[in-house]
């Protein structure tokens, strides 16, 4: 069995799920592209890939970097695949950070297919289900984040982390005020993503710490390890990190090393699929660490956390990118929670459908390669 056609749907979204100040002044269009590779005996893997800022230069590195060195390979051999795409990346390539690990999903879906398990038990199982937490984007105003949480904890769903947009008096108002409306019990976690100073993130940490929030996320770039070494001896609070810290397992290693991060975080797209999530995982584990997978920002994609996640035992939640309706796009239907816990699928492979009518309306561009 190898790998024997290579094909990608360019989905047009056709708006940007950000704010103003993130969004900048390049086009954010929050597209995503469809990959789907097909062996010459029809079993085909199926994954989505994030086309971020531009479509075009994440189609160009698939079919140009990635899907020469996939065709005509067994899709058995994740791990020498897996290498081979480090050489090419380390060598002129430099794939963005949900780059290639896409491939490496649909290569996985492929096998377990072909052995007729669930993605979770091809792994190898630890459990069926996981609670979530409700993760939402970033507000201009205290109130919205205040009924966000208010609605996810009505709706079922046991915990809520806020994404703050700074500055930081305005975050610590975001902070008390979600703890003073959805009371001193509930799980409660804060993302700044990487805005602040040490003096900041010390400060809010503090605050944290005395609300009872569960951890403190990403207060500052990936790469300010001196920083975050230095928060992690200042502050009791668990601060977890690596959300897209560059170079997979290698990357994590030298923040577990310097002692940078008290939770560890990875997703199968932004940490090379399956593949590179599970050493991710495993690694933290024998330090004693949980690997908490981050949201792919595509519920396709995020469904493959779970199985993830179901395979490993040191991930407590799965992240809920809120409101779905903002994610679902190109899966077919929604995400399956029930009373704030998300189920694995039973089907071989990943287990769930993209919406190809869908794609076919949305498809900006559509390129295949084939031996």
Same mark, same amino acid.
């Given at each position: 069995?190898?790998?024997?056609?290579?094909?990608?749907?360019?989905?047009d979204?056709?708006?940007?799920?950000?704010d103003?100040?993130?969004?900048?002044?390049a086009?954010?269009?929050?597209?995503?592209i469809a990959?789907?590779?097909?062996?010459?005996?029809?079993?085909?893997?199926?994954?989505?890939c994030?086309?971020a800022?531009?479509?075009g230069?994440?189609?160009?590195?698939?079919?140009?970097?990635?899907?020469?060195?996939?065709?005509?390979?067994d899709?058995?051999d994740?791990?020498?695949?897996?290498h081979d795409?480090?050489n090419?990346?380390?060598?002129?390539?430099?794939?963005?950070?949900?780059?290639?690990?896409?491939?490496?999903?649909?290569?996985?879906?492929?096998?377990?297919?072909?052995a007729?398990?669930?993605?979770?038990?091809?792994?190898?199982?630890?459990r069926?289900?996981?609670?979530v937490?409700?993760?939402?984007?970033?507000?201009?105003?205290?109130?919205?984040?205040?009924d966000?949480a208010?609605?996810?904890?009505?709706?079922?769903i046991?915990?809520y982390?806020?994404?703050?947009?700074?500055?930081?008096?305005?975050?610590?108002?975001?902070h008390?005020?979600?703890?003073?409306?959805?009371g001193p019990d509930y799980?409660?976690m804060?993302?700044?993503?990487?805005?602040?100073?040490?003096?900041?993130?010390?400060?809010v940490?503090?605050?944290?710490?005395?609300?009872?929030?569960?951890?403190? &996320?990403?207060?500052?770039?990936?790469?300010?390890?001196?920083?975050?070494?230095e928060?992690? #001896? +200042?502050? /009791? @609070?668990?601060? %977890?990190?690596? &959300?897209?810290?560059?170079?997979?397992?290698?990357?994590?290693?030298?923040?577990?090393?310097? #002692? +940078?991060? /008290? @939770?560890?975080? %990875?997703d199968?797209?932004?940490?090379?699929?399956?593949?590179g999530?599970?050493?991710?995982?495993?690694?933290?584990e +024998?330090?004693?660490?949980?690997?908490?997978?981050?949201?792919?920002?595509?519920?396709?994609m995020?469904?493959?956390?779970?199985?993830?996640?179901?395979?490993i035992?040191?991930?407590?939640?799965?992240?809920y990118?809120?409101?779905?309706?903002?994610?679902?796009?190109?899966?077919?239907?929604n995400?399956?929670?029930?009373?704030?816990?998300?189920?694995?699928?039973?089907?071989?492979?990943i287990?769930?459908?993209?919406?190809?009518?869908?794609?076919?309306?949305?498809?900006?561009?559509?390129?295949?390669?084939?031996?």
């Amino acid at each position: 069995m190898v790998i024997a056609k290579f094909e990608t749907w360019w989905i047009d979204r056709g708006k940007c799920l950000f704010d103003e100040k993130r969004q900048g002044g390049a086009k954010m269009g929050w597209d995503v592209i469809a990959i789907r590779l097909t062996t010459d005996t029809g079993i085909e893997g199926i994954s989505t890939c994030m086309a971020a800022r531009s479509g075009g230069v994440s189609e160009s590195y698939l079919h140009d970097s990635i899907a020469p060195v996939v065709l005509g390979r067994d899709p058995h051999d994740r791990e020498a695949i897996f290498h081979d795409l480090w050489n090419i990346d380390r060598h002129e390539a430099f794939f963005p950070v949900f780059l290639p690990g896409p491939v490496d999903v649909a290569l996985w879906d492929i096998c377990a297919k072909a052995a007729g398990l669930p993605l979770y038990q091809y792994i190898g199982a630890y459990r069926t289900s996981l609670p979530v937490y409700a993760s939402g984007n970033f507000h201009g105003t205290v109130q919205e984040y205040v009924d966000e949480a208010v609605y996810y904890k009505s709706q079922g769903i046991p915990g809520y982390k806020a994404h703050p947009g700074g500055p930081v008096s305005f975050d610590m108002q975001v902070h008390q005020a979600i703890r003073d409306a959805v009371g001193p019990d509930y799980v409660l976690m804060s993302d700044p993503v990487g805005e602040y100073t040490m003096g900041d993130a010390i400060l809010v940490g503090r605050q944290l710490e005395h609300l009872g929030y569960k951890w403190f &996320e990403e207060p500052f770039r990936d790469f300010e390890l001196y920083k975050y070494t230095e928060l992690c #001896r +200042a502050l /009791d @609070i668990p601060i %977890a990190a690596t &959300e897209t810290t560059r170079g997979c397992h290698w990357g994590v290693a030298q923040v577990i090393a310097q #002692r +940078a991060a /008290d @939770i560890v975080r %990875a997703d199968v797209s932004w940490k090379d699929g399956v593949t590179g999530t599970l050493k991710i995982a495993h690694m933290a584990e +024998a330090f004693g660490m949980n690997c908490e997978l981050h949201t792919t920002t595509m519920n396709y994609m995020d469904l493959v956390n779970v199985h993830v996640s179901c395979a490993i035992r040191n991930c407590e939640y799965f992240e809920y990118f809120v409101p779905e309706d903002n994610y679902r796009l190109p899966m077919k239907g929604n995400l399956p929670i029930h009373n704030g816990v998300i189920t694995v699928p039973e089907k071989p492979g990943i287990g769930t459908e993209l919406d190809w009518e869908l794609i076919e309306k949305s498809c900006h561009s559509y390129r295949f390669q084939e031996i």
